[in-house]
């Protein structure tokens, strides 16, 4: 069973903190990517990456850095938590080439 | 125009019928559709994907493709409460997906 574990299922953040989330997969996936869910929008992409080291910009990459140093870790991070970054983030991670991505089950972020 | 557009529902459908949930996308060059289901709270869960224009079963579902009308759609055959959930379409763009933004499923008892 492929496992997608995130560190965190609910976090509160004070306005202006720095937050890391982390993400952790176990099946070698060489892609892991970053989304925010919010009600109306639906699931946008953030940030992804398909290696060590790569990172790519998805559609809202604004206020958000991410971070891959291991293949298996891939951590977002919002370098000044604003009120607007209050959301549901979701890590997903795939193999190289396609097929479908695996889901982490969520961390409700909210910023005070 | 949205990239990947799915009606917000809700659809209501009784126990036991067909639940039928269509996706349109704009990129005529995608070739890989995914479609996931998403309980309140929790995370997405893929049922099944889709490459081929046709028809592709897996046990209750059955997914569509249709690539000249940029058109791909979901049945629920013997639709049960426990089928209550949104539904998102996806089309992989790159190396991520893309997703609708979701239908809203009732099964009423």
């Known amino acids: 069973d492929v496992k997608v574990t995130q560190s965190s299922r609910y976090l509160v953040k004070r306005t202006g903190e720095k937050v890391f989330l982390e993400c952790v997969q176990d099946?070698?996936?060489?892609?892991m990517f970053w989304y925010r869910q919010d009600p109306g929008l639906g699931l946008r992409l953030i940030y992804f990456?398909?290696?060590?080291?790569?990172?790519e910009k998805g559609d809202i990459p604004e206020g958000y850095s991410v971070s891959r140093e291991k293949k298996e870790r891939f951590s977002l991070i919002l370098e000044s938590a604003s009120t607007n970054q209050t959301s549901m983030y979701l890590c997903a991670s795939s193999f190289a080439g396609a097929t479908e991505a695996f889901f982490g089950q969520g961390t409700r972020l909210t910023v005070v | 125009q949205k990239e990947v557009e799915q009606n917000s529902g809700p659809l209501s459908v009784p126990e036991g019928a067909i639940a039928s949930l269509n996706c349109t996308y704009s990129d005529r060059g995608s070739q890989s559709f995914f479609w996931y289901r998403q309980y309140s709270g929790k995370s997405p869960e893929l049922i099944m994907f889709?490459?081929?224009?046709g028809d592709k079963e897996d046990g209750r579902f059955t997914a569509q493709l249709n690539k000249a009308s940029q058109y791909v759609s979901l049945l629920i055959r013997d639709s049960q409460p426990s089928d209550s959930a949104t539904y998102l379409c996806?089309?992989?763009?790159?190396?991520?997906?893309?997703f609708g933004k979701g239908t809203s499923l009732l099964v009423t008892p």
């Open positions: 099946m070698d996936h060489e892609n």
């Open positions: 996806a089309v992989k763009k790159g190396y991520a997906l893309n």
């Open positions: 889709i490459y081929s224009n």
């Open positions: 990456s398909y290696d060590v080291k790569m990172k």
